[in-house]
Nanobody, 115 residues
Framework: QVQLVESGGGLVQPGGSLRLSCAASGSIFSSYNMGWFRQAPGKEREIVVGISRSGSIYIADSVKGRFTGSRDNGKNTALLQMNSLKPEDTAVYYC?????????WGQGTQVTVSS
């Protein structure tokens, strides 16, 4: 079992930056793949950044060049750095973890990009 808690969301102007954190507890964090997902109103949940157990990173085309992810297994945390934010990045952002599938999810944190 893994418990995940996101933090760092909020309101930011277009072009601004935010950094989301995901704190994990309960199991061996390093043994899980990590992912950052988002869901905007009326849209399906989509993956934004994936970070494998080995540290390989996948970044969705929609955010490539603007977002990046990292993990610190020693601190049981994962980060999502979001730069050059756009209004279309407005969504609830979730971190997720799992071995073969993303079995564990945080409660989500709202990110709103608006002037």
């Amino acid at each position: 079992q893994v418990q995940l808690v996101e933090s760092g969301g909020g309101l930011v102007q277009p072009g601004g930056s935010l950094r989301l954190s995901c704190a994990a507890s309960g199991s061996i964090f390093s043994s899980y793949n990590m992912g950052w997902f988002r869901q905007a109103p009326g849209k399906e949940r989509e993956i934004v950044v994936g970070i494998s157990r080995s540290g390989s990173i996948y970044i969705a085309d929609s955010v490539k060049g603007r977002f990046t992810g990292s993990r610190d297994n020693g601190k049981n945390t994962a980060l999502l750095q979001m730069n050059s934010l756009k209004p279309e990045d407005t969504a609830v952002y979730y971190c997720a973890a799992g071995a073969l599938t993303y079995s564990y999810w945080g409660q989500g944190t709202q990110v709103t990009v608006s002037s």
